[in-house]
């Protein structure tokens, strides 16, 4: 604990600290918690579970005393980050009598409206805090310090005007504190507007690149899932985490892996605030261990121990597959990413080449069993992949033609190797790193 005394946290967090298996600090916790506890507004540029937590509350747990009026708001881009988030900072300031809660969207308001008055330390969403300041429930004028914690998150997800409205009902003195993942313009613009003299601060990414394994397969579109079931049952993972690009699609496929025996549940921005909070608990506890989401659990979640990613439907956003890929290989631990290509996915694949730092190593494809897709509404979806007319908006959330699951129940306990034991899928069109197609070769499939 010699090392986190020497950045001038008190006893009483330290006492904390040790308690919870804290033993040396991380890098941005270094760099930020002498200037934060000095005073000064901080640019903060570091990966989710880097600690930033305990950076950017430093200042405010040893500095606070509980006056009946909330005295720091921290806003965050989602509901879950926001409990997360308000936890860990009311295991921090344990010894020092601060009252913190977090408010989001999907729960009762008149509750939250009860304990408002009670709290020092505000942790919530964009779009419930600006709720609560228009309903007159929330005063920020007593405000002194101020946390955006995943700023380019919040812009990406739109609420940009919303943090602007918050940010212009605090007073002017006080301490302002901006973290992210990535330096964009638009943190730049709050940056410049928001803050005063702001120190910049930054760390390397959480992710142990030497340590991460990322693969890809090529595979027909009608044999996605298929090929995953096969990996989830092969590989030897702790927690695994598969991402899809929508909601229903996510639902579509955990329902599925139950079906063939597989622990899975979904989790993503559809379902009640409890029910969120309940999969994550269970996720924890290893209840069960595979994780079927959106987006929506690639950014700021702590969740500790996740061996493997699939990205069962690639990002369109290139920097959403670095978030997806910092869930795994962590803190000295191994990892490994695993994506399933289909023609779909070329273009969103050719663009994470591009920014990726580490190989993708193209792997060839195994024998395994044909099993099927459950879906709940079948005229949703084509048919064949050569069908042009109807195609599902929600499946793979993409308007391109062609290449559609074909994942029926007309598809079950199929081999997808041929008599000489090769594979039946087409021939690729990927090198090791380098796509050599162009669209035009994406429609074979």
Do not use: W
């Not at 803050?195 to 595979?219: C, G, H, M, R």
């Not at 996740?306 to 369109?316: E, F, G, Q, R």
């Not at 994942?407 to 380098?434: A, D, E, I, K």
Request: hydrophobic share 35%; proline share 2%; charged share 30%.
């Amino acid at each position: 604990m010699e090392n986190f005394a020497k950045l001038g946290i008190s006893e009483d967090v330290l006492s904390v600290l040790k308690l919870h298996g804290f033993t040396e600090p991380t890098e941005i916790q270094i760099k930020a918690i002498p200037l934060a506890l000095a005073g000064r507004d901080i640019i903060g540029s570091s990966a989710t579970g880097s600690g930033k937590t305990l950076a950017f509350a430093s200042p405010i747990i040893e500095n606070l005393v509980p006056n009946g009026n909330v005295q720091a708001l921290i806003l965050t881009p989602t509901r879950e980050l926001a409990e997360q988030v308000a936890e860990s900072i009311r295991h921090f300031a344990k010894n020092k009598k601060l009252n913190v809660f977090a408010i989001y969207g999907g729960v009762d308001i008149q509750r939250q409206i009860r304990n408002i008055y009670k709290t020092d330390i505000l942790v919530g969403t964009p779009g419930r805090i600006k709720d609560h300041l228009q309903r007159g429930t929330l005063k920020l004028n007593e405000i002194k310090f101020l946390v955006l914690d995943e700023v380019d998150r919040m812009l990406d997800m739109g609420f940009h005007r919303d943090v602007e409205f918050i940010v212009g009902k605090c007073p002017i003195k006080r301490q302002t504190m901006l973290f992210s993942a990535t330096i964009s313009a638009d943190l730049d613009y709050l940056a410049k507007k928001y803050t005063q003299n702001p120190e910049e601060v930054s760390a390397k990414s959480f992710i142990e690149d030497t340590q991460l394994k990322q693969i890809f397969y090529d595979v027909p579109s009608d044999q996605k899932f298929s090929l995953l079931v096969h990996l989830l049952k092969q590989e030897t993972s702790d927690l695994a985490m598969v991402f899809c690009s929508t909601r229903r699609n996510a639902d579509i496929i955990a329902n599925s892996l139950q079906e063939v025996g597989i622990r899975a549940k979904a989790i993503h921005g559809g379902l009640a605030q409890n029910k969120r909070l309940s999969v994550l608990r269970d996720f924890h506890d290893k209840e069960f261990n595979i994780l079927v989401c959106t987006d929506v659990a690639a950014r700021g979640l702590d969740i500790k121990n996740v061996t493997h990613v699939y990205n069962y439907d690639l990002p369109k956003e290139s920097k959403d597959y670095i978030h997806r890929i910092g869930r795994t290989a962590r803190a000295g631990e191994n990892g490994k990413v695993v994506n399933i290509l289909s023609s779909r996915d070329y273009e969103n694949f050719r663009n994470i080449q591009r920014i990726n730092s580490n190989e993708i190593i193209r792997e060839e494809l195994p024998v395994f069993e044909r099993v099927k897709v459950n879906y709940s509404n079948r005229d949703e979806f084509d048919e064949d992949s050569r069908t042009r007319g109807r195609r599902s908006r929600d499946l793979h959330n993409n308007s391109r033609r062609g290449g559609s699951l074909r994942g029926t129940s007309r598809y079950s306990s199929r081999s997808n190797s041929g008599r000489n034991g090769r594979s039946s899928g087409r021939s690729s069109s990927f090198g090791s790193r380098n796509f050599r197609g162009n669209r035009n070769n994406s429609r074979r499939y």
